[in-house]
């Protein structure tokens, strides 16, 4: 089992930054991806980025130049810094993570439980 536990959520300004962070219970060197999510109000959950073992990042195109994933590995710890931060942005954010077994190739699929970003002034 793989735990994901989701930190740094808050309310923050338009124009100010925000990081959050995402610690797993297992090394994130073994996991074939990880990445963000999120969810505003009223709508579907979506995809903030994400990346796989060659270590290139996919950004939605509405954080595209503003979010940034980063890894350290020694701490198995994702993060998510959040620049120029838009009322728009307001959502639940989720940690994801994708695990691969060696024997079988069995895919499991594992979450966070979320944290809550408001940005209004």
């Known amino acids: 089992q793989v735990q994901l536990v989701e930190s740094g959520g808050g309310l923050v300004q338009p124009g100010g930054s925000l990081t959050l962070s995402c610690a797993s219970s297992?090394?994130?060197?073994?996991?074939?991806?990880v990445g963000w999510y999120r969810q505003a109000p009223g709508k579907e959950r979506e995809l903030v980025g994400r990346?796989?073992?060659?270590?290139?990042?996919h950004y939605s195109d509405p954080v595209r130049g503003r979010f940034t994933i980063s890894r350290d590995n020694a701490n198995n710890t994702v993060y998510l810094q959040m620049n120029i931060l838009k009322p728009e942005d307001t959502a639940v954010y989720y940690c994801?993570?994708?695990?691969?077994?060696?024997?079988?190739?069995?895919?499991?699929?594992?979450w966070g439980q979320g944290t809550r970003v408001t940005v209004s002034s």
């Open positions: 297992i090394k994130i060197t073994s996991l074939n991806a």
């Open positions: 990346v796989g073992n060659s270590g290139v990042v």
């Open positions: 994801y993570a994708r695990q691969i077994t060696g024997w079988s190739q069995a895919t499991y699929e594992h």
